[in-house]
């Protein structure tokens, strides 16, 4: 093995921010360049760990958004393949809410974060990336939570990878 030392440069007071994962997001957006299966509708279909889900419910499953806003970003899907609000059920968006609610608490619990924003885009006119099911995000914000990555060099920082913090909210989910 080689000294590579001389390859760093001069150091300095930056941290470095190494998130090669998100090259898919970058590149190539919410495709799924080889699937044209839904994949709110294959993810309880696999395991949880591989899936990024943290909660199944009786009609509706909490999971990892897979290109996510902030770490800990969540949607709240239900198993059946719908796409607007109203063509839900009284007992799926009963159960949309109280996952929400828990999810809610469960962010709070374990990245102490500041507030929240939630919503539903429904159909691609409205920004759904994936307009076909309906998905409830939710999306944990601190006080100090943007900066100026997002804006000029279109990156998020993330400080935890997904399959970590799936672990740890799935670990504070209330059985």
């Not at 921010?17 to 495709?31: A, D, S």
């Not at 949607?75 to 009284?90: G, K, N």
């Amino acid at each position: 093995m080689t000294d590579a030392s001389h390859l760093a440069g001069v150091p300095d007071e930056f941290q470095r921010l190494w998130t090669p994962h998100r090259m898919v997001y970058i590149q190539q957006g919410q495709q799924r360049p080889h699937s044209d299966d839904c994949p709110f509708c294959v993810a309880p279909t696999l395991p949880d760990e591989e899936s990024l889900i943290v909660h199944r419910g009786q009609t509706t499953f909490a999971l990892l958004n897979l290109f996510p806003y902030n770490s800990g970003h969540l949607l709240v899907c239900p198993y059946r393949h719908i796409s607007m609000y109203d063509e839900a059920t009284v007992v799926e968006v009963e159960e949309i809410g109280a996952i929400t609610q828990v999810a809610m608490r469960v962010l709070r619990q374990v990245s102490r974060n500041d507030g929240f924003n939630l919503g539903m885009n429904q159909g691609a006119i409205a920004g759904a990336g994936i307009a076909s099911h309906l998905h409830q995000h939710i999306v944990p914000r601190w006080a100090a939570d943007s900066n100026f990555l997002p804006i000029i060099a279109k990156t998020k920082a993330l400080p935890q990878l997904l399959g970590e913090v799936r672990a740890t909210i799935a670990e504070a989910w209330p059985r």
